[in-house]
């Protein structure tokens, strides 16, 4: 299969926009959003129905499909337990979770390479026998890839990870799933959503001085906060978008994430044209060209937006202060000027620790032209930055672009060490022997995700996030107080300077960008003598079985496992770092279950109460003692459950040890589907408050399954220690098909079954 993006895919794409448009147009009876243009675009089929955000499921048919070296270890086992054979659309994986970051870009790299070399064989050989692109590890990280190369305005993409949207930036509608929602879609099933809801985000103005790209989305979570964007599609529109770059949009899209949006687009614009143009793909923008019609909204939307989208927000670019959010939890903003107040009322460890900067989200050609603009103030004054300055790129196209053009040398001067093109540091591939352990320490990224340990595996390190030119700033400063708007430096002559804001910055370089070889495998034309590599003995890879379907009864007397306190991502159910190594083996993985969640019957991190001996256990131990006993369990949760990552990991580790369901206050979008396909069922409070009536040595019985019914609530019994019981209701968002996944035991095995 040709895994590229060519001219005859986007004109077919945009042949069905055009028509569905039209169609779509005539079942609403009234104007289109952008969002509203691509997703009927790509309906499977387009019948009488105007859909309700939030309600009605719609299925779809995704262009592409992109995988990375960490989810796709279990996309590609899944893909294999179903017997599927070829995928039947452009398909890449890309390996950039599983680079470490202790030392620098070459010396990591080779370490790497060398201890994980069975797992990227294994992806690279089912990459080849299923028709897929792999892209070698050093290409670069699957988002800054996919930019570079894959996307195009008006298209749809899904991709086993939860920060896919960044392909946004292009004025594509890509959503990050579950690995069971790619597998399901590369093997040509239409792809099956929740109808959106939509927000509206209208920019006026321009960006100047100190504010960039990055503050726009900071300013966002901070008017919606980590669930305001749960199953909506954020619409960004008005003269404002038209100051931002393509790369600028794309930071923007990436961090839609952090709001629980399913994704982040941006209307075509001559910026995203530039882009393509230098990115090789004229083709492309010609054609995009052609067809600017289907790839806006309706000009009736801009001008009564309020009409069109669930909630409209609006920001004066102008007028916009840069930002920096954090620690735990990406809306938690404040401006760079009252950040210092801050420091001291909330306890902040004032001295930075360490600068990084870079990533997915930010390592873009105007990025890093930004922050060199900084550094080479700084080397002008002789002082470089006081702190350990870590720099990521975010593909090897833009490691040897900076490196061409001397911004790499700029940040070298003032003391920075380039990692390896690779995730690194923003997903827990960071070593810091340097650091005392649980010592508090703060450090400022331009990273996207910034929740408790996910960085440094350290609960104490306090993450702040901001723009590139802004952490470059800070670095230079030495602490969070210090302000680059009005504060001063001293220089190696003593003087006292303050900052410049950066110089302007080109979008893409004058010269093109740098193309690298030799770092991309097409797949062959005939795969039929290529063999899937797998050891059978192997601790890091393990062949799946298929989990045991739904029994017909009641789930009765459920022992509580965890009744998670407060934030619960899916970093806390199944952390990365050290635990990205077991990816792709279900069994040795399970060991991290829950292990960053805090029990709120003890405040105790990743512990639990055995019933069986009434000990203090790691929730994975008494989950394996459980199992053996052939004993089911629960889980509750508070609010927003499962937020974070798309990693299939944290529901399906439950359900291998004996999770049957979930009950929280509000689930999280991808967790939610990717616990429904493992066959887990995910339930929420119909009144939050009863989740206070729920203690420690409470059963849990969820009666009258076998009348399991969309929109139909489930009756549950808390059965107390002293024999009191409660009867509550719990709702769900199961549709018929989903109830059968369930019944299956898995959407897997109605996959398997069907197939």
């Known amino acids: 299969m040709n895994t590229d993006t060519t001219s005859e895919l986007v004109s077919s794409v945009y042949q069905k926009l055009k028509e569905n448009i039209i169609k779509f147009r005539d079942v609403t009876g009234r104007p289109l959003t952008l969002t509203e243009k691509i997703l009927s675009g790509h309906f499977n089929e387009i019948d009488e129905k105007n859909f309700t955000g939030g309600k009605d499921y719609v299925f779809l048919k995704p262009d592409r499909v992109a995988l990375q070296d960490v989810t796709g270890q279990m996309v590609m086992l899944q893909f294999m337990q179903a017997g599927l054979k070829q995928a039947a659309l452009p398909t890449t994986v890309h390996c950039d979770h599983l680079i470490r970051a202790e030392v620098q870009g070459d010396v990591d790299m080779k370490v790497s390479l060398d201890e994980n070399s069975e797992v990227f064989k294994f992806l690279q050989s089912a990459a080849a026998k299923y028709g897929c692109g792999f892209w070698k590890p050093g290409a670069g990280i699957i988002h800054q890839v996919v930019l570079e190369n894959y996307a195009f305005p008006g298209g749809l993409m899904i991709g086993t990870d939860s920060h896919t949207p960044n392909a946004g930036g292009l004025g594509m509608i890509a959503v990050g799933v579950g690995g069971l929602d790619a597998a399901e879609t590369m093997a040509g099933l239409p792809w099956e959503l929740l109808y959106p809801k939509k927000i509206g985000i ?29 199953n909506a599609i954020v619409e960004y529109f008005g003269p404002g978008t038209k100051s931002i770059s393509c790369t600028g949009k794309a930071t923007i899209a990436n961090m839609g994430a952090e709001i629980g949006a399913t994704c982040s687009v941006f209307p075509y614009d001559e910026r995203m044209e530039t882009y393509l143009k230098y990115t090789n793909r004229s083709h492309i923008a010609e054609l995009a060209n052609q067809n600017k019609e289907s790839l806006v909204a309706d000009p009736e939307i801009e001008q009564n937006p309020e009409k069109y989208f669930d909630r409209v927000i609006e920001i004066n670019l102008s007028t916009l202060e840069p930002h920096i959010v954090g620690p735990h939890t990406p809306d938690l903003a404040r401006t760079i000027s009252d950040l210092a ?14 600068a990084l900067i870079g990533s997915c989200t930010n390592s873009s050609y105007e990025d890093m032209s930004r922050a060199a603009s900084i550094a080479e103030q700084a080397k002008a004054k002789g002082i470089k930055s006081k702190i350990p300055l870590l720099v990521t790129p975010g593909s090897e196209q833009i490691r040897g672009t900076i490196e061409r053009d001397g911004q790499m040398d700029s940040l070298i001067d003032i003391g920075a060490t380039v990692l390896a093109n690779a995730c690194g540091p923003c997903i827990g591939q960071w070593n810091r022997p340097e650091l005392e352990e649980n010592k508090k320490n703060s450090i400022v990224t331009t990273f996207n995700r910034n929740f408790p340990g996910r960085n440094d595996g350290q609960r104490t390190t306090l993450n702040f996030i901001g723009s590139p030119e802004m952490i470059i700033a800070l670095s230079l400063g030495g602490k969070l107080s210090f ?6 430096l001293t220089a190696a002559d003593g003087t006292k300077f303050k900052l410049d804001p950066p110089k302007p910055a080109p979008e893409v370089p004058e010269e093109g960008f740098m193309r690298p070889e030799g770092i991309f495998v097409a797949p062959p034309e005939n795969s039929d003598d290529v063999e899937v590599i797998i050891d059978p003995n192997s601790k890091r890879l393990q062949r799946l079985e298929p989990f045991d379907k739904w029994n017909g009864g009641d789930f009765e007397s459920l022992p509580i496992m965890v009744k998670a306190k407060g934030k619960c991502t899916t970093d806390h159910i199944s952390p990365a770092g050290a635990w990205l190594s077991l990816r792709g083996h279900l069994d040795n993985l399970s060991d991290n279950m829950l292990l960053g969640a805090v029990n709120s019957f003890n405040d105790e991190v990743g512990q639990g109460k055995n019933i069986l001996n009434d000990k203090l256990e790691s929730f994975s131990n008494i989950a394996r003692q459980y199992k053996e006993k052939q004993m089911q369990w629960v889980i509750i949760g508070d609010n927003n459950y499962g937020e974070g990552s798309s990693r299939e990991h944290a529901a399906m580790t439950p359900r291998y040890l004996g999770c049957v369901a979930v009950i929280t206050k509000s689930l999280a979008r991808i967790h939610e589907t990717n616990l429904k396909k493992q066959g887990v069922l995910a339930l929420t409070f119909s009144n939050p408050d009863d989740y206070e009536k729920i203690l420690e040595d409470d059963k849990i019985s969820l009666k009258n399954l076998n009348e399991l019914e969309p929109a139909k609530q489930v009756k549950c019994i808390i059965s107390h220690k002293g024999g009191n019981q409660d009867e509550i209701l719990l709702n769900h968002s199961y549709n018929k098909s989903q109830i059968e996944w369930f019944k299956a035991g898995s959407a897997l095995n109605v996959l398997k079954n069907n197939r």
Do not use: F, M, Q, R
Not at 210 to 223: H, Q
Not at 341 to 354: F, L, M, N, R, T
Not at 483 to 488: A, S, T, V, W, Y
């Open 483 to 488: 302000n680059p708007l009005k504060d001063e």
């Open 341 to 354: 107040d801050d420091v001291v009322a909330k306890d902040y460890a004032d001295p930075i620790s360490v």
């Open 202 to 230: 209208k920019l006026t103005g321009e960006l100047n001085g100190w504010t960039a790209p990055k503050d726009i989305i900071l300013k966002v979570a901070d008017e919606l906060t980590v669930s305001g964007g749960t």
